[in-house]
């Protein structure tokens, strides 16, 4: 059997002849050609009969054969086409404009879904930001559906990058549980965008809104769907008490004089921010100490706790007057921090309440957000909010994927 003959039975690229093989310095490199006779517009996929003429050739990496990095080359010819003017032609092989094959990039992004960026990039022998291009292909190819039809329960949140110095704001569909928009920034017309795009008659459909309390977002819901449900994230209400906690106990740790003393207050904050019953032995002494001697700590530390459980109340009467017995109770306390947060979740109230009713929230222990955290932490290294965008539909928009593997055929030619 002839070495051309052996590789195209075994790679079986759609519409694709091999026609010679030959070795380069690091693998095989196949020179192919499309079995299609009349070329295709690469912009359009129109066929051209009027050939403009052929660039050089050039090389497509395709899925290793044996372990054995291979290559496609080809000459593209550019075709004059009535509609797109000069392009260059589709080729059965490749998305046009990707030096990479289908199953090249398939394979990659099934990779990473799965994998650590590590692996991925030691696998394809790719570096991270090429796979992140990648991606981005394998989504456009893969979206089928408009995401944002049908929507009626919907969060939004910031996620930031880039070690928190630039953000992008991410619309999840709570009913199905997937992240259905995204887009760089988080500003009031970041979101103005995504209700624009989502239009009047799909914005009517709208019936809750999960969001955290910045006013940016709060404007662009209450203009785009004045009608829907605003409901406050539950873990932003709570982030908001953790961070007034967090200052109250730093501010005790600089009020002690005593080194001895001052550095077990300050190994507290852990103690004092985790759930009571996730303690462990060291944690539950820390906890008692602070009690027997702090009591402004002590005192902070039960306003979060209490405003923990008001959360876990299920009846929304109920949470509203407890929210009001613990925004009085903060403003008493005499702790700064915490007479701020109790005028913010004031100001809030009807949207926490409704979170109670609801039971929506976009929190960090909620599957979707969490998942969506853990992809911005291992997509690090992408540099472009695109990269990363492309990444979170990946593997939180529900799409499937599979490698390209290949059967043989045994009655072919
Ligand atoms: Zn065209």
Same mark, same amino acid.
């Given at each position: 059997m002839r070495a051309t003959t052996l590789l195209n039975k075994v790679l079986r690229i759609k519409f694709t002849?091999?026609?010679?093989?030959?070795?380069a310095d690091d693998g095989v490199v196949c020179d192919v050609e499309p079995t299609t006779s009349i070329p295709r517009c690469g912009g359009c996929g129109c066929k051209v009969r009027k050939l403009y003429d052929r660039r050089p050739p050039r090389l497509w990496r395709h899925l290793d054969v044996g372990g054995m990095k291979l290559e496609l080359r080809y000459g593209l010819c550019r075709v004059d086409c009535p509609r797109c003017g000069v392009t260059s032609e589709w080729v059965p092989w490749a998305s046009p404009g990707s030096w990479f094959t289908e199953a090249f990039e398939q394979t990659t992004a099934f990779l990473a879904q799965h994998a650590a960026k590590t692996v991925v990039c030691a696998m394809m022998r790719v570096a991270w930001a090429t796979v992140g291009?990648?991606?981005?292909?394998?989504?456009e190819r893969l979206g089928g559906d408009d995401p944002l039809d049908g929507l009626t329960h919907i969060g939004i949140d910031e996620l930031s990058y880039r070690r928190h110095h630039e953000y992008i704001t991410v +619309?999840?569909?709570?009913?199905?549980?997937? +992240? +259905?928009?995204?887009a760089p920034g988080k500003n009031a017309d970041t979101l103005r965008t995504f209700f624009a795009e989502l239009g009047e008659e799909r914005c009517a459909?709208?019936?809750? +809104?999960?969001?955290?309390?910045?006013?940016?977002?709060?404007?662009?819901?209450?203009?785009a769907v004045p009608h829907a449900q605003t409901v406050f994230d539950r873990f932003h209400v709570q982030r908001l008490v953790h961070d007034a906690l967090d200052q109250v106990r730093r501010a005790e740790v600089r009020a002690i004089v005593d080194p001895e003393d001052r550095r077990a207050l300050k190994h507290s904050r852990f103690a004092l921010q985790k759930n009571p019953w996730n303690l462990n032995a060291v944690e539950s002494s820390k906890l008692i100490d602070v009690q027997h001697n702090n009591r402004r700590l002590y005192r902070a530390y039960l306003l979060k706790e209490t405003?923990?459980?008001?959360?876990?109340?299920?009846?929304?009467?109920?949470?509203?007057?407890?929210?009001?017995?613990?925004?009085?109770?903060?403003?008493?306390?005499?702790?700064?921090?915490f007479k701020k947060a109790a005028a913010t979740i004031r100001d809030h109230l009807e949207g926490i309440v409704a979170y109670v009713a609801t039971g929506f929230s976009n929190g960090p222990t909620e599957g979707l957000?969490?998942?969506?955290?853990?992809?911005?932490?291992?997509?690090?290294?992408?540099h472009s909010a695109t990269s990363l965008i492309s990444m979170l539909f990946l593997c939180c928009a529900g799409l499937v994927l599979k490698p390209a593997h290949v059967a043989p055929r045994f009655h072919s030619t």
């Open positions: 002849r091999i026609i010679a093989v030959s070795f291009a990648i991606i981005g292909r394998v989504v +619309v999840v569909d709570h009913v199905r549980g997937r +992240v +259905v928009w995204a459909r709208i019936q809750t +809104v999960t969001i955290d309390m910045s006013q940016a977002y709060i404007t662009a819901v209450r203009e405003l923990a459980a008001i959360l876990d109340r299920r009846q929304p009467h109920v949470a509203r007057s407890k929210l009001l017995d613990w925004i009085a109770w903060a403003r008493r306390s005499r702790l700064a921090p957000n969490g998942k969506a955290r853990t992809i911005t932490r291992r997509s690090f290294g992408f």
